[in-house]
């Protein structure tokens, strides 16, 4: 089975008590689950009041349930959202009833994993929701985000084409020795490796610094 195949489910806020909870779904089933637990599907990207039920028809806990069609949502998949109260125990009842219709308890960061393998957010992006999570200062999480937004990705794709530009520079003048200017001597590539190594310093040293 293809890792994307099957559908995810899992309680998305942190252990504990809290006033709001939620429980996310994401994968191909998402719209029949969604028809199953609530009775229809709801309108897409609209905040809807809902009771949730068990399988005895008892109410577990009134919800705002937001559906995210494919491909315009976090993981590039059909996505639910269950914002619940907060209690472990509505909130280990809400994932136990999704998991009945089929749903699959989902592994550590495998939404995350899901949006990176449907081209979602880079490796770079990916790696900078645990760093924004993990934030311990105003200075680090502007960092992450930063990062999450795609400007870390950018400056490396930046230093790329430079280092693309030169190999082409380089075969050019090894491919056409019969050209009057010796390219590879005349202090052009030279200047070119000088400006590719000041640009990745500049990017190793914020890697170094957070920001």
């Given at each position: 089975m293809?890792?994307?195949?099957?559908?995810?489910?899992?309680?998305?806020?942190?252990?504990?008590?809290?006033?709001i909870?939620?429980?996310?779904?994401?994968?191909k089933?998402?719209?029949?689950?969604a028809?199953?637990l609530?009775?229809?599907?709801?309108?897409?990207?609209?905040?809807?009041?809902?009771?949730?039920?068990?399988k005895?028809?008892q109410n577990?806990d009134?919800?705002?349930?937001?559906?995210?069609?494919?491909?315009?949502?976090f993981?590039?998949?059909?996505?639910l959202e269950?914002?619940?109260?907060g209690g472990?125990?509505?909130?280990?009842m809400?994932?136990?009833r999704?998991?009945?219709?089929?749903?699959r308890?989902a592994?550590p960061?495998?939404?995350?994993e899901?949006?990176?393998?449907n081209?979602?957010?880079?490796?770079?992006?990916?790696?900078?929701i645990a760093?924004?999570?993990?934030?311990s200062?105003?200075?680090?999480?502007?960092?992450?985000?930063r990062s999450?937004?795609?400007?870390?990705?950018?400056q490396?794709?930046?230093?790329?084409?430079?280092?693309?530009?030169?190999?082409?520079f380089v075969e050019?003048?090894i491919d056409?020795?019969?050209?009057e200017?010796?390219?590879?001597?005349?202090?052009k590539?030279q200047?070119?490796?000088q400006?590719?190594?000041?640009t990745?310093?500049?990017?190793?040293?914020?890697?170094r610094?957070?920001c």
């Open positions: 293809h890792p994307t195949d099957d559908t995810i489910a899992a309680i998305a806020t942190a252990p504990g008590r809290g006033g909870g939620v429980v996310r779904l994401t994968g089933s998402v719209p029949d689950l028809k199953q609530l009775g229809f599907l709801p309108e897409a990207r609209s905040a809807k009041l809902l009771r949730i039920k068990d005895k028809g577990i009134e919800a705002l349930v937001i559906y995210f069609p494919a491909p315009r949502s993981t590039g998949e059909h996505v269950i914002q619940a109260h472990p125990v509505v909130l280990d809400l994932l136990a999704v998991l009945e219709f089929g749903a308890q592994r960061g495998e939404f995350s899901r949006a990176f393998l081209d979602k957010l880079d490796l770079a992006q990916a790696e900078a760093d924004l999570i993990d934030s200062t105003q200075q680090s999480a502007r960092a992450a985000m999450l937004q795609g400007e870390f990705s950018n490396v794709q930046a230093l790329l084409d430079q280092l693309i530009a030169l190999r082409v050019a003048a056409f020795p019969e050209e200017i010796d390219f590879l001597s005349d202090g590539v200047l070119k490796l400006d590719i190594d000041a990745f310093i500049n990017l190793f040293n914020k890697t610094q957070g």
